[in-house]
């Protein structure tokens, strides 16, 4: 069993900067495909980015190419999300994801393990 905890959501004006962390727990947190998802008010919850076991192959969905980065630090069991000039459009509940497992990092519908989601609101 895998069980996530997300932290650093909040308010930002538009262009601005946010880092959210993942903490995890369960023996295969460190070799599971991670990945973070959002949810907007009134929309289905999409994917964001997932990266690798290793931490070395990252996706990203169009929308935040060049703008969020994703990392990870296995030894901490700690997954981040680095959102960088942020636009309203990015306003949603965002959630930290484990597949449990090793998965390709474009099975975007594989995804077992959900934290409880933190809150981000950019505004303009």
């Known amino acids: 069993q895998v069980q996530l905890v997300e932290s650093g959501g909040g308010s930002v004006q538009a262009g601005g900067s946010l880092r959210l962390s993942c903490a995890g727990s369960?023996?295969?947190?460190?070799?599971?495909?991670m990945g973070w998802f959002r949810q907007a008010p009134g929309k289905e919850r999409e994917f964001v980015t997932s990266?690798?076991?290793?931490?070395?192959?990252?996706y990203y969905a169009d929308s935040v190419k060049g703008r969020f980065t994703i990392s990870r630090d296995n030894a901490k069991n700690m997954v981040y999300l680095q959102m960088n000039s942020l636009k309203p459009e990015d306003t949603a509940v965002y959630y930290c994801?484990?597949?449990?497992?090793?998965?390709?990092?474009?099975?975007?519908?594989?995804?077992?393990?959900w934290g409880q989601g933190t809150q981000v609101t950019v505004s303009s």
């Open positions: 369960g023996r295969t947190f460190s070799t599971s495909t």
């Open positions: 990266i690798s076991w290793t931490g070395d192959m990252t």
């Open positions: 994801a484990s597949a449990g497992a090793m998965i390709r990092l474009t099975a975007t519908n594989q995804y077992r393990y």
